[in-house]
Each structure stands twice: as structure tokens, then as C-alpha cells.
């Protein structure tokens, strides 16, 4: 499948490379430094080096009282004990404890970008230092994946705007289909009858379609309502009115907001164009029907569509090729409810 195989390319992408080692912290310089080293320079400093230092001052002297001195530096010992224990703590196992805490507090924020900085990898590693290791590995599996499933949702979205498209598009006109009418007009009827919103339905019919395919050929029939298609996408307005192929060669039109004038010459120029398209001499009859709360009953769309319909039944009986209005809807449009004049 498509998506899955652009998807693994961007994992496959992403795992052959090493992990980066972009800031989660400032490198701290004693980062490579083992844990027992560490200890062994915290040992040397504290027990080692202040008794070597006394006995030095003692040998040459440089003490007048070597028991003062000595009351003197367990004094000192019991009033650093515990700053000095923080600083050994942090310099020995808190300092990259806390760089591992605020390198997860970044994962847990979704920055799965972050890495733990880190020295090249030598063989006698302590274990915080592995740790560190283990976790940008962690990291770097986890954004993997993390843009693996966001190509994989986009991919996916994408396909199920296509398909939610498809399935409400007739392929030959690239008009709306039948499916998609059943499902607007209704709602833009309530909508009309809440709002006080103009709503209009046409119905088109192609004259003498019948004797196209019969003469021509199937191939004829339809290029014949790929002009019909085409004459209403370029007639009506993008985002106001929209058009249809119900089946066969019957179609349909929802125009809003549109006064009676402008919507009688809409349907002419529709008329005009379409029987300038095609060569085949077909015509098309058209009926139009405006919603109205006084003639409408619920359900609203059931019986516009069928005041439509009447009006284009009326237009084909006088030989087709024209435009017929509903009766009573070549009256001014009906004022919206709960508008002053």
C-alpha cells in the first residue's frame, strides 16, 4: 500500500541515522568520568588530602600547636560536612540523575527531537553514562515512530477525503451526484425556513437526449452531459449555488440567495450555453421553484422538489427548451420572519 511504503521510507530514513546530540542540558565536562573515579577524587579531597596536609605543616614546623590545629579542622570538618556532601552528591550521581529527569520532562512535552549529550562510546562505560545511552536510543525510536504514524494519519486523511469525494461526485460531469442532493437539500431548506434565507431549486432536463445515443452512440450521450456539466460549473457561483446530476440526464441546481430576476436569467444563460456546447441539436428544459414557508409543508425539501418538478414537467410540455417558473413563485420573494420593513 502506498502509505505504509512512504511511511517505512521515512522510518528506514530516520533509524539509519545516529542519534543527534542536540542540547536537552549544557555538556557537562566531567560527563565521561566514571562513577568510581568519581568517588576516588571525592575520597582524595575529603579524607586524603586534609590529614596529608597537617602532617606536612607539622614536619616543618609550621604549627605551634598540633592539638589546637587538630580541634581547629574537626571543627571545620562538622560545619562543611554538609555542603560539601551536596557538592560530592551532585559531582559524583546527582548532577546526570537531573540531566536524565529534565531530558524525560522534554519526552513526556512531546520534543522527542531532545538527546542526552553524550562522549564517544569507549568500552569500560559506568552505568548512568549506558543509561544516557539507552535513553537517547529511546528518543530517537520514539520520533521515529512518531513521524512514521503522523505520515501514516496524514496519508490517511488524505485518502479519506478522496474517497468522501468519490462518494459524493458523479464521475462523467464532475458535479455533484444524487446521493449528495438527497443529503444537501434538506438542510438547506431548514436553513431557508429558520433563517429566512432565499433558496431556489432548478430542475434541467435534457430534450431529445434519448435520440443522441440512439443516432450517436453512448459516447455521443455523453459528451452531451459532460456539457450539460460543464455549462453549470461555469454558470453558477462557487460557494452559493450548487449543482447536480441526479441520473440519466436530469439534473438539478440549489441557488441561495438570489432574488426572482437574477435567477430567471440565470437559468436563461444556462439554456443558451448549454445548447451552444454540443453539436448534437439537444436542448434542455428547466424548472424553478423558490422556497416558501407558505406554499412548503414539512418535509420542506419533499415538497419544493415537487413544485420543481411540476414547473419543469410544465416547461417540456410546451415543447421544451425553455424556462417555467412555479406557480407563485414569480411573485416578490416573501419578507424573512421577524424583519422590520
Same mark, same amino acid.
Given at each position: /500500500?502506498?502509505?505504509?511504503?512512504?511511511?517505512?521510507?521515512?522510518?528506514?530514513?530516520?533509524?539509519?541515522?545516529?542519534?543527534?546530540?542536540?542540547?536537552?542540558?549544557?555538556?557537562?565536562? /566531567?560527563?565521561?568520568?566514571?562513577?568510581?573515579?568519581? /568517588?576516588?577524587?571525592?575520597?582524595?579531597?575529603?579524607?586524603?588530602?586534609?590529614?596529608?596536609?597537617?602532617?606536612?605543616?607539622?614536619?616543618?614546623? /609550621? $604549627?605551634?600547636?598540633?592539638?589546637?590545629?587538630?580541634?581547629?579542622?574537626?571543627?571545620?570538618?562538622? $560545619?562543611?560536612?554538609?555542603?560539601?556532601?551536596?557538592?560530592?552528591? &551532585?559531582?559524583?550521581?546527582?548532577?546526570?540523575?537531573?540531566?536524565?529527569?529534565?531530558?524525560?520532562?522534554?519526552?513526556? &512535552?512531546?520534543?522527542?527531537?531532545?538527546?542526552?549529550?553524550?562522549?564517544?562510546?569507549?568500552?569500560?562505560?559506568?552505568?548512568?553514562?549506558?543509561?544516557?545511552?539507552?535513553?537517547?536510543?529511546?528518543?530517537?525510536?520514539?520520533?521515529?515512530?512518531?513521524?512514521?504514524?503522523?505520515?501514516?494519519?496524514?496519508?490517511?486523511?488524505?485518502?479519506?477525503?478522496?474517497?468522501?469525494?468519490?462518494?459524493?461526485?458523479?464521475?462523467?460531469?464532475?458535479?455533484?451526484?444524487?446521493?449528495?442532493?438527497?443529503?444537501?437539500?434538506?438542510?438547506?431548506?431548514?436553513?431557508?425556513?429558520?433563517?429566512?434565507?432565499?433558496?431556489?431549486?432548478?430542475?434541467?432536463?435534457?430534450?431529445?437526449?434519448?435520440?443522441?445515443?440512439?443516432?450517436?452512440?453512448?459516447?455521443?450521450?455523453?459528451? $452531451?452531459?459532460?456539457?450539460?456539466?460543464?455549462?453549470?460549473?461555469?454558470?453558477?457561483?462557487?460557494?452559493?449555488?450548487?449543482?447536480?446530476?441526479?441520473?440519466?440526464?436530469?439534473?438539478?441546481?440549489?441557488?441561495?440567495?438570489?432574488?426572482?430576476?437574477?435567477?430567471?436569467?440565470?437559468?436563461?444563460?444556462?439554456?443558451?450555453?448549454?445548447?451552444?456546447?454540443?453539436?448534437?441539436?439537444?436542448?434542455?428544459?428547466?424548472?424553478?421553484?423558490?422556497?416558501?414557508?407558505?406554499?412548503?409543508? &414539512?418535509?420542506?425539501?419533499?415538497?419544493?422538489?415537487? &413544485?420543481?418538478?411540476?414547473?419543469?414537467?410544465?416547461?417540456?410540455?410546451?415543447?421544451?427548451?425553455? $424556462?417555467?417558473?412555479?406557480?407563485?413563485?414569480?411573485?416578490?420573494?416573501?419578507?424573512?420572519?421577524?424583519?422590520?420593513?
Amino acid at each position: /500500500m502506498q502509505t505504509v511504503s512512504a511511511a517505512d521510507r521515512v522510518q528506514a530514513g530516520q533509524a539509519a541515522a545516529m542519534p543527534r546530540a542536540s542540547a536537552a542540558g549544557k555538556p557537562r565536562p /566531567m560527563s565521561g568520568i566514571g562513577v568510581t573515579t568519581r /568517588m576516588r577524587v571525592v575520597f582524595l579531597l575529603l579524607f586524603a588530602l586534609p590529614p596529608g596536609v597537617a602532617l606536612y605543616l607539622l614536619e616543618n614546623d /609550621m $604549627v605551634a600547636s598540633p592539638g589546637r590545629m587538630l580541634g581547629l579542622w574537626l571543627a571545620g570538618a562538622l $560545619v562543611l560536612t554538609l555542603p560539601l556532601s551536596r557538592l560530592a552528591a &551532585r559531582f559524583v550521581v546527582l548532577g546526570d540523575v537531573a540531566a536524565i529527569n529534565a531530558f524525560c520532562a522534554a519526552l513526556r &512535552r512531546g520534543e522527542y527531537q531532545r538527546r542526552l549529550p553524550l562522549p564517544p562510546q569507549g568500552d569500560d562505560e559506568h552505568e548512568l553514562l549506558r543509561l544516557k545511552r539507552d535513553l537517547n536510543w529511546l528518543a530517537h525510536g520514539v520520533e521515529t515512530r512518531e513521524t512514521w504514524l503522523s505520515a501514516l494519519l496524514d496519508e490517511t486523511k488524505r485518502r479519506e477525503r478522496h474517497f468522501a469525494d468519490l462518494s459524493r461526485t458523479d464521475g462523467l460531469t464532475g458535479l455533484f451526484n444524487r446521493r449528495h442532493f438527497d443529503a444537501t437539500l434538506p438542510e438547506l431548506a431548514e436553513e431557508a425556513a429558520s433563517c429566512g434565507h432565499s433558496l431556489w431549486l432548478a430542475f434541467l432536463d435534457c430534450d431529445a437526449f434519448k435520440g443522441v445515443n440512439d443516432r450517436f452512440g453512448h459516447p455521443a450521450g455523453d459528451a $452531451v452531459l459532460a456539457g450539460m456539466g460543464k455549462t453549470l460549473l461555469d454558470s453558477t457561483r462557487e460557494g452559493l449555488d450548487m449543482p447536480f446530476r441526479l441520473g440519466g440526464d436530469e439534473f438539478a441546481v440549489l441557488l441561495t440567495r438570489n432574488p426572482l430576476t437574477p435567477i430567471q436569467l440565470s437559468a436563461e444563460r444556462i439554456r443558451r450555453r448549454f445548447a451552444a456546447c454540443q453539436e448534437y441539436g439537444v436542448s434542455a428544459s428547466i424548472g424553478l421553484a423558490r422556497f416558501d414557508p407558505r406554499q412548503d409543508a &414539512r418535509p420542506y425539501a419533499v415538497s419544493l422538489a415537487a &413544485r420543481c418538478d411540476a414547473a419543469l414537467y410544465a416547461a417540456k410540455a410546451g415543447g421544451g427548451d425553455a $424556462v417555467s417558473v412555479a406557480p407563485g413563485d414569480d411573485a416578490p420573494a416573501p419578507q424573512a420572519p421577524g424583519k422590520g420593513r
